[in-house]
Nanobody
Framework: QVQLVESGGGLVQPGGSLTLSCAAS????????MGWYRQAPGKQRELVAT???????DYADSVKGRFTISRINAMNTVYLQMNTLKPEDTAVYYC??????????????WGQGTQVTVSS
């Protein structure tokens, strides 16, 4: 069984920075992609950034130039460096992983979520 554990959320002032991390653990055969989504109160969950096994990345337009996703394959860990944070970035951030636990079984997994609050 594979689990995703997030850390790094918190309260930050506008213009500040935070780094989120997400570690996948358990019976991992292959990681197809990992990424970050967020959900603000009263809104739907939305894509923030993803990275696949080949290193390709994708970002929401609202975070391009401010957020950077990176991954350490050997540690099955993905990071989200968030700079120049804005109040509208306030949300619960969820790690997502598309992970094979065996050659023929894969799951679309979610972490427990970590709160990011941008406020003065």
């Amino acid at each position: 069984q594979v689990q995703l554990v997030e850390s790094g959320g918190g309260l930050v002032q506008p213009g500040g920075s935070l780094t989120l991390s997400c570690a996948a653990s358990g019976s991992i055969f292959r990681i197809v992609a990992m990424g970050w989504y967020r959900q603000a109160p009263g809104k739907q969950r939305e894509l923030v950034a993803t990275t696949n096994a080949g290193g390709a990345t994708d970002y929401a337009d609202s975070v391009k130039g401010r957020f950077t996703i990176s991954r350490i394959n050997a540690m099955n860990t993905v990071y989200l460096q968030m700079n120049t944070l804005k109040p509208e970035d306030t949300a619960v951030y969820y790690c997502n992983g598309k992970i094979y636990s065996s050659p023929h079984n894969w799951d679309d997994l979610w972490g427990q979520g970590t709160q990011v609050t941008v406020s003065s």
